[in-house]
């Protein structure tokens, strides 16, 4: 199974920015939704951010106009711009490939095909 990592994660004050890379193959950007997920401590896994090859983004409500999807065609890595940080964004981020032909919704968890092993985002206040 191919391997993604994440980059990036790290502790914040309240109101502060993060910026989380991943580098995948190229193939997959051309052909496959892209997208990050997260888990709270003691919580479920809960989708953040898609992006389909076309570059068309899908956000959740929790972090709209302060999150921002985005790729780096050209060297394959996908990015997640994180503004205005609050607590209740704290927790493992996971950079994930869809299955060819997905849909790219962030609660299609069936159709998730790789997993990063996670970087850990804290914020505090």
């Known amino acids: 199974q191919r391997h993604i990592e994440e980059s990036g994660g790290g502790s914040v004050q309240t109101g502060g920015s993060l910026r989380l890379a991943c580098r995948t193959a190229e193939y997959v950007f051309r052909s496959h939704c892209m997208g990050w997920f997260r888990k709270a401590p003691g919580g479920e896994n809960e989708g953040v951010a898609s992006?389909?090859?076309?570059?068309?983004?899908l956000y959740a409500d929790s972090v709209k106009g302060r999150f921002t999807v985005s790729k780096d065609t050209a060297n394959n890595i996908l990015y997640l711009h994180m503004n205005g940080l609050k607590e209740e964004d704290t927790g493992m981020y996971f950079c994930t490939e869809y299955y060819p032909a997905a849909r790219c919704f962030l609660d299609d968890f069936g159709d998730l095909g790789v997993w990063g092993q996670g970087t850990q985002v804290t914020v505090f206040s």
């Open positions: 992006i389909k090859p076309s570059g068309a983004t």
